[in-house]
């Protein structure tokens, strides 16, 4: 069945930088549209990064130039890097998964995606 784990959160001070991780298994890893939500506290979860198939990123305003989403087909990993982060990017970190025929993807096709991980907690203190 499909997997997917993240790890990689944890509490950085404002202006810090992370790295999370999440590890995939159970579909085709190089023919999905994938990606990176949050959900702050008391607030509705939202995209944050978003990788299609062919390896085209996408980022939400709140994150371009900050954030730098990747991923390693071999090890079938998908990765966001978060830099200069702020105590605004604090939430719970979940990334997404959804196989498709097509090159590229879009955030309302992800967002529908069956597939989730269990999330991975950021805190960024001022």
């Known amino acids: 069945q499909v997997q997917l784990v993240e790890s990689g959160g944890g509490s950085v001070q404002a202006g810090g930088s992370l790295r999370l991780s999440c590890t995939a298994s159970?579909?085709?890893?190089?023919?999905?549209?994938m990606g990176w939500f949050r959900q702050g506290p008391g607030e509705e979860r939202e995209g944050v990064a978003r990788?299609?198939?062919?390896?085209?990123?996408m980022y939400a305003d709140s994150v371009k130039g900050r954030f730098t989403i990747s991923k390693d087909n071999t090890k079938t990993t998908l990765y966001l890097e978060m830099n200069s982060l702020k105590p605004e990017d604090t939430a719970l970190y979940y990334c997404?998964?959804?196989?498709?025929?097509?090159?590229?993807?879009?955030?309302?096709?992800?967002?529908?995606?069956?597939?989730w991980g269990q999330g991975t907690r950021v805190t960024v203190s001022s």
């Open positions: 990788i299609d198939p062919d390896g085209t990123p």
């Open positions: 997404a998964a959804k196989p498709t025929v097509w090159p590229h993807c879009s955030g309302a096709y992800l967002q529908k995606s069956p597939f």
């Open positions: 159970g579909y085709n890893f190089s023919g999905a549209c």
